[in-house]
């Protein structure tokens, strides 16, 4: 009798127990690249790189094959990963030149009023942490009152580049900041300043009479487009370049060296410091962009140059990462999802080094070019084991966007939300239903709907619609190479009536245009797609003028004005007194 009583009391605590393991909420690792080629890991068809721990990754997870971001920038498509939502909706969408933010010291960034999933899950009781790279703005009105900053937008804890790594953080590197606008800036502050050297000689010299005030005026002219070109242009490392730990900036201008160990560093701590409770960790790496990092225990490893190591230092990094997360015994209820920002930049590449940028597989087009899907397919691999079964292809249409509904399903969060444009992707990574959600998918260039594939219910076919493309230069190249990143409006681009029309299932590389002639369904894809995107307008709150194919909501102010974009002193982020900043991280602990 009392060994039955045992018995039973043994049995009830364990199913106690265990129903208490299943509860738990599972913790996420992502690990977001910049600018990574989807043709750049082994898992993905490259087979003279050595990507070992992102191969295993996939092997031991479910890989997607059509994940697509939605921009093929990061700034846009950053906002749109955050957000479930297509970046035109948080204001994240540009209509001229400037595509991206430029400045730390401008005010644009995601709105602080915009939801992320970070917020979310901190909502649902998760530890939450962003370390890397930002890009998404820090102020508004006035320095320090950071609200565009991580922590603002759902994040407990931050180290990292609240902008990004760009040419201006290495001397000798170049800049890649609006480099005409600095030139005219530099020719017309050294032709004011001859000009008043040359008045000021004729006055003294007599051969002319000039009028004191004309010479006060260039005087003054001189000294303000000085400053204009000097103080925000020559300055960009101090300005750009730093380092912040949540909101205090402690490097800057930083130390690129020692950043890929640093960032490493802080991601594998924080997973350490929050292993016993719900966590998620977005590692958001400066790896693969420009410049390129030349770490001594990675220079000359690969058969790719410096772009080759950078990518096999990278493989590293994430098996450390993989190898954390394992051996705290954390592997069976964590989500580790690993993907890139967009695809590879084509056009940069350097005389000495050879190609600075990715390799996109045989798919068309690269970063920052509108809709052409090397710009935008970038890979996805997610692994959990025992809840997704290994070595899974996901051949369908998928999103950047379904992950903040997918993490908001795992974390069990019900609670209403805005207009999504992401689906919870568990039921395809499980293998639950065959096909994705995604019957139509949208794709912008800036502001501007450049294209839009349509999945239909009854067909294998991936249709894509392009209205218009970018301007390739010279002609018959493979990107925008006299001005290295193509851009949206105007000139640069070219608009197709009828739109060019591809089939992705059996044209990946959108190399064989369809025609009413080869395509017996062409009149009716061009009519299911004008109708998706009367539908896709209306769920934009303005009234829609109807002759546009791009929708812009009035009730969202645009980040990605010049009035945003450019540098104000008073909103620069700063470690010591203005102007005089800079301060150094103490990393003998590295």
Excluded at 73 to 99: D, E, H, I, K, N
């Amino acid at each position: 009798m009392l060994a039955a009583l045992l018995l039973s009391l043994l049995l009830s605590a364990g199913s106690d127990v265990k129903g208490k393991v299943l509860d738990k909420n599972p913790n996420f690792v992502l690990i977001m690249v910049d600018d990574l080629g989807i043709g750049d890991i082994g898992c993905y068809g490259n087979d003279t790189i050595r990507t070992p721990n992102i191969d295993r990754l996939a092997s031991e997870g479910v890989k997607l094959t059509q994940y697509i971001a939605a921009a093929p920038l990061c700034t846009p498509s950053r906002a749109a990963f955050m957000t479930g939502r297509y970046p035109l909706r948080s204001g994240m969408a540009s209509t001229g030149r400037v595509q991206v933010l430029l400045f730390l010291g401008g005010s644009g960034g995601l709105p602080p009023n915009e939801t992320t999933f970070a917020k979310r899950l901190q909502q649902q009781g998760y530890t939450t942490g962003l370390v890397g790279k930002w890009h998404l703005g820090v102020n508004c009105e006035s320095r320090g009152d950071h609200c565009h900053h991580p922590n603002q937008h759902g994040f407990s804890y931050f180290y990292g580049l609240p902008f990004t790594l760009f040419n201006d953080c290495v001397p000798g590197k170049g800049s890649d900041v609006l480099v005409d606008l600095q030139l005219a800036l530099q020719h017309l502050t050294l032709l004011l300043g001859l000009g008043l050297f040359t008045m000021v000689c004729v006055r003294l010299c007599g051969l002319l009479e000039v009028s004191h005030w004309l010479l006060v005026l260039l005087f003054c002219l001189s000294i303000i487009a000085a400053a204009v070109w000097y103080v925000p242009f020559v300055h960009l490392r101090t300005w750009n370049c730093i380092i912040m730990r949540n909101q205090d900036v402690v490097e800057q201008p930083m130390v690129v060296e020692t950043l890929p160990q640093r960032l490493l560093a802080e991601a594998q701590n924080f997973i350490k410091r929050n292993a016993d409770r719900p966590f998620l960790l977005f590692f958001s790496l400066a790896h693969i962009h420009t410049p390129l990092f030349t770490t001594p225990a990675f220079a000359g490893r690969s058969r790719h140059g410096c772009y080759g190591d950078n990518l096999e230092e990278l493989d590293w990094i994430v098996g450390q990462i993989t190898e954390t997360v394992d051996s705290l015994g954390l592997a069976n209820n964590t989500l580790l999802h690993f993907t890139s920002d967009h695809g590879g930049h084509l056009e940069d590449a350097d005389p000495l080094i050879g190609q600075k940028g990715g390799w996109n597989s045989i798919y068309k087009g690269g970063k920052a070019m509108g809709g052409w899907e090397g710009g935008i397919r970038v890979p996805g691999i997610f692994r959990w084991p025992g809840r997704l079964a290994a070595g899974r292809v996901v051949d369908q249409p998928t999103s950047l966007m379904d992950l903040y509904p997918t993490l908001k399903y795992l974390a069990k969060d019900t609670q209403p939300d805005r207009q999504l444009d992401g689906y919870n992707l568990m039921p395809v990574l499980e293998g639950k239903t065959a096909r994705s959600e995604h019957e139509f998918m949208f794709h912008y260039c800036g502001m501007y709907l450049n294209a839009v594939r349509w999945h239909p219910p009854d067909s294998d076919s991936i249709f894509k619609v392009h209205f218009f493309t970018p301007n390739f230069f010279p002609p018959g190249a493979g990107g925008c190479y006299d001005i290295k990143v193509c851009l949206c409006h105007g000139q640069h681009v070219t608009h197709h009536n009828p739109p060019l029309l591809y089939d992705l299932f059996h044209d990946p590389s959108e190399s064989r245009q369809l025609t009413p002639e080869s395509e017996p369904r062409y009149t009716e894809i061009l009519e299911q797609t004008a109708r998706a995107v009367e539908r896709h307008k209306s769920t934009f709150p303005s009234k829609e003028r109807p002759n546009d194919i791009y929708a812009q909501s009035n009730t969202v102010q645009n980040q990605m004005s010049w009035e945003k974009i450019l540098w104000r002193p008073w909103l620069q982020p700063c470690c010591g007194t203005f102007p005089f900043c800079g301060c150094r991280e103490d990393t003998k602990h590295i």
